[in-house]
């Protein structure tokens, strides 16, 4: 393994989803400003058992074609209707348009199995993470 990319256990950037949790939204950012950059700035967030939300967002590029993950955020116990609110307002602090941004709604799947398979067909996911 590549020790330059840390382990998932050692990942802070990564939701831990656990027994009867599963991920509910995946937001990218691609503002036009740091195409260059080949910049990304990324909200995953996952449902808990409790039906309230857990994020994590960060900023992301590919340096020498090494994944760069800084300027972490995380946050819980939000509720699903506050989300709207923080991509609005991510969107207006990145200057995103809506062309520049993509939303992936895994909340219509039952099952963690079934949002693998979904992200599998859209090439969105790396198993190297998945235990």
Known sequence: ???????????????????????????????????????????????????????VSYNFKIVDNIPQKYSITRASDIDKEKITDIISNVMGMTHTSNEEFEEIDLSIFDTIEEQIKFLEKRDRINKEYIM
């Not at 599963?22 to 808990?48: C, D, S, V, W």
């Open 1 to 55: 393994m590549n020790s330059k990319i840390p382990e998932q256990k050692n990942d802070p950037f990564m939701l831990r989803l656990e027994k009867g949790e599963k991920i509910y939204k995946i937001f990218i950012f691609h503002p036009e400003a740091g195409k260059e950059q080949n910049f990304e700035y990324r909200i995953l967030t996952k449902e808990m058992k409790n039906g309230l939300l857990e994020l």
